[in-house]
């Protein structure tokens, strides 16, 4: 099977659309059609063994539309590999890994030459429909003038007056009208073949009411000709007030005016996708031959050296080889704080070096850059047809041979009735042209087109208009916690000191020293947390690994036995006979603590200083900053919230019961979790599944709506039907707001095109008129249909003002961030990847004679010698980056009084731990002679 798109030429409605995909879903072999009215382009997977190409584009050809394959037209005419590029082929380098044709046609130059073709095409279109608007209503004016204008009162010349002159006004009126039509004459050519074909559409509705107004108007001459002709002036005054011209002129320039604001407004839905794809650069500088050399972005190679300097956009994907920056990825991931880079990082196209110079090398070009993914997937979105599109599709496909038959029958029963052939002649142009297929056809794909494209500004990737549908109704979403609720990277949550005779800061320098020789996730989170607070470790000798069990080493001249409670228990077992006491208060000490922890979901790592149980670092998958505010508000939306874990239940219960999740299916096989999914669905509840594992795919796969976390696997991310650029579960509240958000406007949309149909329709045929003698004149009903198109397209752009409401307060609203300063630096550590929830502090209190314990998450702490801590919050406007960070820092340091200062860009605080008493003035004048704002101060 083959998937193939082609630019599509003619259409003009929903009708069109309807026609097109009716004709190409007969062809043999074609298993799915998608037409988008919105971009002119077709989408069709079809047997490439049962049919061809060519053959798709003449079936399309024959109902009176244009079709071309958008692989042979190579985006616009990229079709050689150095066009444009300036040089010979093969001279792309100089070192023999660049082959010829290595230019222009880089994948890197389809998403921007078919998007500027794209443009091109519909600027064209606009263009020449502004012509004919101008020229329309040019000559409308004086036709007008010369119809009407006695009637309004205006001074018309004599010749133009009266019965005498009636021939000469007619005349007059056919010339005008004459140039009006030809001009117009697009809405002749589609409309009438569409009608031969018998596809007709919409322009087939004008051309037959325009048609008629006009031929009746010269068969009103030709009577009055004979009237003139035979002296029979009774004839020529009523024929005189019987023309049709200004109808006819007037249908066609109004049915413009609505086109013309229609595609202008649809240009705007775009703009998202439009936005996205100016972010790419057009030039890097790569290094070849030791060569910088500036080139088209879209020559880059992977594998190429590529030079950032600071001010400079990234060209395309790849990993920073020496040096670092501060790179903006606002416009990819929605981060709005730059992040720093160093050698090793990912960096990613379209995002903005703030700061700092390095070079990197190229991994993903071209069309496999994440700019251009994103692109390629919003613009596929918003081509694809949402399920609530269904109803409207197969009404536009009939609506026209409806209204046809409607205006036959309405002029039948008005000649029936006894009405003069004009009146019932006017009520049947007047329900050809105010039925406006338009309406309901673009009820669903503007608003489709809008909300993928905002997503998109929120770093919310939606795969298709299904997706985005399915996502609003919704009432149970399923959490996977490892990566997805937690952060996948294990941090150090307590550190409990068990052997009076240390201090906090010597046992987690030892214990990190021990652990320094093992590769063990664990062992590197107490690496980490000592790294964190600039603890100097001691060197570590005889470093040994007990399979199993942990680790042993000689620290400062002790003997350290670090691992689990099973390694304890056998440290235990093997202490000499006269230290059966101790030996028992230590396995006592141990089990009651691992418990402790294990309730808490941590895993305790013990340990043993020569024989004794010296203390326990309890390590935990860290819980994200916004995994708490965003359960909250999935709540506050009335979804069930379900946690999906292979962790045991103890420890599943406990993040449950922290997060006050609802449901926790735990002890859950890799394999096990798409049958929790199927079960869930078969109890009725429609389930969106949050995930970011290899082995979350099946799971991802069988939910209505499955959401891949950014970070996660590739393979994860292929089987998602929506994918969130950063990490952030609130980034899902986002989706599933706009989703509720877009369905809205596009039952809105539907509602009103079916009541203006509904109610039009018959108000045109004349039903109002035997009770109230009112009837709509052609010349409103054209502009009603105008009208209800444009208000239609302009209802849905309404959507680009949507506005994250939730999660925007709710970002780590929950978060307490306790941090104690480094006192051999003076600067205070930064401990960003533990969590504000299960933040970890290094300092001490005495709970009782044998235990010192590490106090988490309390606003006031003793410090060293047991005085009592005091700590304050300032909101600080203004800061951009590490550096405003630093300089905040610095200057709250200096401050007399203060202990040691975190500062926050992603709340944009500044937490100060105060050792005696310090006014908010002094705080804030400290921190706005460094060049910030403080917006509020409070004391913790």
Not at 786 to 803: D, E, G, I, W, Y
Request: glycine share 8%; net charge negative.
């Amino acid at each position: 099977m083959k998937t193939e798109k082609y630019n599509i030429t003619g259409m003009t409605c929903a009708a069109c659309q309807a026609n097109i995909t009716r004709c190409v879903s007969k062809l043999n072999g074609v298993t799915d059609v998608s037409v988008s009215l919105l971009s002119n382009q077709m989408s069709v997977t079809y047997d490439e063994t049962a049919l061809t190409s060519a053959q798709i584009e003449a079936a399309v050809d024959k109902i009176g539309y244009g079709a071309a394959s958008m692989e042979r037209t190579a985006y616009g005419g990229h079709t050689s590999g150095n066009s444009g590029a300036g040089c010979e082929p093969g001279a792309a380098g100089t070192d023999g890994r660049y082959p010829p044709g290595a230019g222009g046609s880089a994948p890197g130059g389809d998403f921007r030459s078919e998007w500027q073709s794209r443009k091109q095409r519909s600027e064209a279109a606009q263009k020449e429909m502004k012509h004919r608007l101008i020229t329309s209503i040019v000559l409308l004016i004086p036709l007008m003038y010369v119809a009407m204008g006695h009637m309004l009162g205006l001074p018309v010349p004599s010749i133009f007056i009266g019965t005498d002159n009636a021939l000469v006004n007619a005349l007059t009126q056919l010339l005008i009208t004459i140039p009006i039509l030809l001009v117009n004459r697009h809405f002749y050519q589609t409309g009438f073949k569409a009608l031969i074909r018998r596809a007709p559409n919409m322009d087939s509705l004008v051309a037959i009411g325009s048609s008629a107004s006009f031929l009746y108007g010269i068969f009103s001459m030709f009577r009055m000709a004979y009237g003139f002709g035979h002296g029979d002036m009774a004839v020529v005054h009523q024929y005189a007030h019987e023309l049709y011209f200004e109808s006819a002129a007037m249908i066609l320039t109004l049915v413009t005016v609505g086109k013309f604001l229609e595609a202008r407004s649809k240009a705007k839905t775009s703009d998202a996708l439009g936005k996205l794809v100016d972010l790419a650069p057009k030039t890097a500088v790569v290094v070849r031959g030791g060569v910088e050399q500036t080139i088209p972005a879209e020559q880059v190679l992977a594998g190429d050296i590529v030079v950032i300097r600071p001010g400079e956009s990234i060209p395309v994907d790849g990993v920073i080889l020496e040096g670092n920056g501060y790179v903006d990825q606002a416009a990819i991931t929605g981060e709005s704080i730059p992040v720093e880079k160093q050698a090793g990082d990912m960096v990613i196209s379209a995002s903005i070096n703030k700061n700092g110079t390095f070079r990197f090398q190229a991994s993903r070009v071209g069309g496999d850059t994440t700019l251009a993914q994103i692109i390629r997937l919003v613009d596929e979105a918003g081509n694809t047809k949402a399920p609530i599109a269904r109803l409207a599709d197969k009404v536009s496909g009939i609506f026209v041979p409806i209204v046809i038959t409607i205006a036959v029958i309405t002029a039948a029963v008005w000649l029936i009735a006894g009405k003069p052939f004009e009146f019932a002649l006017s009520c049947a142009i007047a329900v050809l042209v105010i039925s406006c297929p338009c309406a309901l056809g673009l009820a669903t794909p503007v608003a489709i087109m809008v909300g993928t494209g905002k997503a998109a500004e929120y770093g919310i990737l939606i795969k298709s208009a299904q997706s985005l549908e399915l996502l609003h109704s919704i009432d149970t979403i399923v959490l996977d916690k490892t990566g997805t609720i937690t952060s996948g990277h294990p941090s150090v949550t307590d550190v409990l000191v068990l052997d009076k005779s240390l201090d906090t800061r010597v046992f987690l320098a030892e214990a990190a020293a021990a652990e320094t020789g093992s590769e063990h996730p664990l062992a590197e989170a107490v690496v980490e947390k000592a790294a964190a607070f600039g603890l100097t470790l001691p060197a570590a000798s005889d470093f040994a690994t007990v399979p199993g069990r942990g680790v042993t080493a000689q620290v400062n001249g002790h003997l350290y036995h670090a691992g689990n409670l099973a390694y304890v228990e056998e440290i235990g077992r093997q202490a000499p006979k006269e230290d059966e006491p101790d030996k028992e208060s230590l396995l006592i000490q141990a089990q009651q603590k691992a418990d402790e922890l294990a309730s808490q979901g941590k895993t305790p790592l013990f340990f043993v200083r020569d024989g004794r149980l010296a203390g326990i670092i309890a390590v935990a998958d860290t819980i994200r900053e916004t995994s708490r505010s965003a359960i909250q508000n999935f709540r506050k939306m009335g979804l069930h919230v379900v946690m999906l874990t292979g962790d045991n239940k103890r420890t599943a219960e406990a993040i449950r019961a922290e997060l006050g999740i609802e449901e926790v299916i735990s002890d859950v096989l890799p394999t096990e979790k798409e049958a929790c999914i199927r079960s869930l669905q078969e109890k009725g509840r429609r389930v969106a599944m949050v995930g970011d594992g290899i082995n979350d795919a099946p799971a991802l796969t069988r939910a209505d709506v499955g959401i891949a976390i950014g970070a996660g696997t590739d393979i994860a991310i292929d089987s998602a039907d929506v994918v969130l650029m950063k990490d952030s579960l609130n980034d899902v509240v986002t989706a599933i707001d706009l989703s509720r958000s877009v369905v809205r406007n596009i039952r809105m949309n539907l509602f009103w095109a079916f009541f203006y149909n509904i109610l039009g329709i018959p108000i045109a045929a004349g039903v109002l008129y035997p009770a109230f003698e009112l009837r709509l004149s052609p010349m409103l009903g054209s502009a009603a249909m105008s009208l209800s198109s444009v208000c239609v397209v302009t209802n849905a752009l309404r959507l680009r003002f949507f506005k994250d409401k939730r999660t925007g307060a709710a970002i780590g609203s929950d978060a307490k961030r306790v941090k104690t300063p480094d006192t051999n630096s003076g600067m205070t550590p930064d401990a960003k990847q533990v969590s504000p929830v299960m933040a970890a502090e290094v300092t001490t209190s005495v709970q009782d004679a044998d235990m010192d314990i590490l106090i988490n998450g309390c606003d006031c702490q003793p410090d060293q010698k047991g005085q009592i801590v005091m700590k304050k919050v300032l909101v600080v406007e203004g800061m951009m980056c590490g550096h405003c960070k630093m300089h905040v820092e610095k200057a709250l340091d200096a401050v007399d009084g203060v202990s040691g200062a975190v500062v926050s860009l992603e709340n944009k605080t500044a937490e100060v731990t105060l050792s005696k008493d310090v006014a908010d003035d002094v705080l804030t004048a400290a921190i706005t002679e460094a060049g910030y704002t403080v917006l509020s101060c409070e004391t913790k």
